[in-house]
């Protein structure tokens, strides 16, 4: 076998389980948004997504660029055999996400506050304020599975157990109480359990993976110096991409009802299908960047990358040319006919996320080689652009508008992460590019 047929056997071997996660968990999302959708009705769930969006915004500072550093550092911990050092790595990410939990819960009561006279939302995001930590514990928890390329099961409780548990919650709930209507406020305590015990179950799995070296207890070794240094790009990194996320649904829900966040936000769930493939890859491909990049291969690494680029864009060519052509009907069957009004928006999102895919994993290239910094001045040119093209756009086109926004900051993005990945690694990330000369 070639070096070449090497490589596509081993990322076709550690891709497929987190292939099977990923697509496992666009399906139980889905379902969540169909079921939540029209059980809570466009102004419910509007309600819900706008404090889930809130959330997750303000979870960030809790998370302080942790999770990426943790599965970098583990990856080289592993491949030097220095048992003594990822101990004190997982030691040092655990505290310092409990210390800036604390500080991303007093934001989210900051925000309460400001947002007294508003009943629905603010009952709404109170509930969901305890998940905070947990989201940012379980992140950790995750990154060190994946740096120790535990793939799937570092993909599990977030990806499969939380929303089958969320899911399963709704509907219990609405088979035994027919006649009661589900509000906001209760489904967002649901996330909230589910979320607690997929972090349980996390936990117990990171407990069974854990080298054997481990459970020597040596001594742990701290570099908490550049740890430091690492994490504050990494954070901005993550805090900036989140903004990316969320700025289209925060300034929608600024300017329009809570009916039309909650038609966008089942659109823009719809649209991650798209990039299903993306996910499942980036997480594959973490420690398998930070490891090839150590050892200087970087022949291998630009095999890695154009293989693992082209498998990305095939697996999301079918659903974009489904969401553009049929995309208003499959709102109405899935969601019902309140949320056909997305058609054009789904289509613009889906164009946008087919740039996205077909750009390679760009940003975690970055990551994995220690060129974090570009990466977040990538994103910062590209979150300012995405909040302004929001506020200009929003108000006169709505959903369309927020959708265009977000498909035009896909693309700017993507640009700069290329052209940075170029000039720094001399490699090529585009699908569609042929990579012999890059290296």
């Given at each position: 076998?070639?070096?070449?047929?090497?490589?596509?056997?081993?990322?076709?071997?550690?891709?497929?389980?987190?292939?099977?996660?990923?697509?496992?968990?666009?399906?139980?999302?889905?379902?969540?948004?169909?079921?939540?959708?029209?059980?809570?009705?466009?102004?419910?769930?509007?309600?819900?997504?706008?404090?889930?969006?809130?959330?997750?915004?303000?979870?960030?500072?809790?998370?302080?660029?942790?999770?990426?550093?943790?599965?970098?550092?583990?990856?080289?911990?592993?491949?030097?055999?220095?048992?003594?050092?990822?101990?004190?790595?997982?030691?040092?990410?655990?505290?310092?996400?409990?210390?800036?939990?604390?500080?991303?819960?007093?934001?989210?009561?900051?925000?309460?506050?400001?947002?007294?006279?508003?009943?629905?939302?603010?009952?709404?995001?109170?509930?969901?304020?305890?998940?905070?930590?947990?989201?940012?514990?379980?992140?950790?928890?995750?990154?060190?599975?994946?740096?120790?390329?535990?793939?799937?099961?570092?993909?599990?409780?977030?990806?499969?157990?939380?929303?089958?548990?969320?899911?399963?919650?709704?509907?219990?709930?609405?088979?035994?109480?027919?006649?009661?209507?589900?509000?906001?406020?209760?489904?967002?305590?649901?996330?909230?359990?589910?979320?607690?015990?997929?972090?349980?179950?996390?936990?117990?799995?990171?407990?069974?993976?854990?080298?054997?070296?481990?459970?020597?207890?040596?001594?742990?070794?701290?570099?908490?110096?550049?740890?430091?240094?690492?994490?504050?790009?990494?954070?901005?990194?993550?805090?900036?991409?989140?903004?990316?996320?969320?700025?289209?649904?925060?300034?929608?829900?600024?300017?329009?009802?809570?009916?039309?966040?909650?038609?966008?936000?089942a659109v823009f769930q719809v649209a991650l299908l798209v990039?299903?493939?993306?996910?499942?890859?980036?997480?594959?491909?973490?420690?398998?960047?930070?490891?090839?990049?150590?050892?200087?291969?970087?022949?291998?690494?630009?095999?890695?990358?154009?293989?693992?680029?082209?498998?990305?864009?095939?697996?999301?060519?079918?659903?974009?040319?489904?969401?553009?052509?049929?995309?208003?009907?499959?709102?109405?069957?899935?969601?019902?006919?309140?949320?056909?009004?997305?058609?054009?928006?789904?289509?613009?999102?889906?164009?946008?996320?087919?740039?996205?895919?077909?750009?390679?994993?760009?940003?975690?290239?970055?990551?994995?080689?220690?060129?974090?910094?570009?990466?977040?001045?990538?994103?910062?040119?590209?979150?300012?652009?995405?909040?302004?093209?929001?506020?200009?756009?929003?108000?006169?086109?709505?959903?369309?508008?927020?959708?265009?926004?977000?498909?035009?900051?896909?693309?700017?993005?993507?640009?700069?992460?290329?052209?940075?990945?170029?000039?720094?690694?001399?490699?090529?990330?585009?699908?569609?590019?042929?990579?012999?000369?890059?290296?």
């Open positions: 076998m070639t070096s070449g047929d090497g490589l596509r056997a081993q990322l076709l071997r550690g891709g497929a389980g987190s292939l099977l996660v990923k697509a496992g968990h666009a399906l139980l999302a889905f379902a969540v948004a169909v079921v939540l959708a029209r059980t809570l009705g466009p102004d419910g769930y509007g309600v819900y997504s706008f404090a889930l969006a809130i959330i997750m915004l303000t979870a960030i500072p809790a998370q302080v660029g942790v999770p990426q550093l943790v599965v970098r550092e583990t990856a080289k911990a592993q491949a030097n055999e220095n048992w003594g050092l990822m101990r004190g790595l997982w030691r040092w990410g655990n505290w310092a996400v409990a210390l800036f939990s604390a500080l991303a819960l007093a934001v989210v009561l900051g925000i309460l506050w400001f947002m007294d006279g508003d009943g629905a939302r603010v009952a709404t995001l109170a509930v969901g304020i305890a998940v905070i930590p947990v989201i940012a514990l379980a992140k950790v928890r995750g990154a060190s599975l994946r740096g120790l390329r535990k793939v799937v099961q570092g993909q599990l409780p977030e990806s499969i157990v939380r929303p089958a548990l969320l899911l399963f919650l709704v509907l219990v709930w609405g088979a035994w109480f027919v006649e009661d209507e589900l509000t906001p406020q209760m489904a967002m305590g649901f996330y909230v359990v589910a979320a607690v015990l997929a972090f349980v179950i996390g936990a117990w799995l990171l407990q069974r993976s854990r080298p054997a070296e481990l459970s020597e207890q040596p001594a742990p070794e701290y570099q908490s110096s550049a740890w430091r240094k690492a994490v504050i790009p990494l954070a901005m990194i993550t805090g900036l991409q989140l903004i990316n996320n969320y700025a289209d649904l925060i300034i929608l829900g600024v300017f329009r009802s809570d009916e039309e966040v909650g038609i966008y936000r990039i299903f493939g993306l996910q499942a890859m980036n997480q594959v491909l973490q420690p398998h960047f930070a490891r090839l990049y150590e050892q200087g291969d970087m022949a291998k690494l630009q095999r890695l990358v154009t293989t693992s680029a082209r498998a990305i864009l095939a697996l999301a060519l079918p659903p974009v040319l489904i969401f553009i052509i049929f995309g208003a009907d499959l709102l109405d069957w899935v969601f019902g006919d309140a949320f056909r009004a997305g058609g054009l928006a789904l289509a613009i999102l889906a164009a946008g996320q087919l740039v996205n895919a077909g750009m390679g994993s760009v940003g975690m290239l970055l990551n994995m080689t220690g060129h974090e910094r570009d990466t977040m001045r990538g994103i910062a040119v590209a979150a300012g652009s995405n909040v302004v093209l929001n506020i200009i756009l929003v108000p006169p086109f709505g959903m369309a508008g927020a959708a265009a926004a977000s498909a035009l900051t896909l693309l700017l993005w993507n640009l700069l992460l290329r052209h940075f990945v170029n000039r720094r690694l001399g490699l090529e990330t585009l699908a569609l590019v042929s990579s012999r000369h890059t290296v």
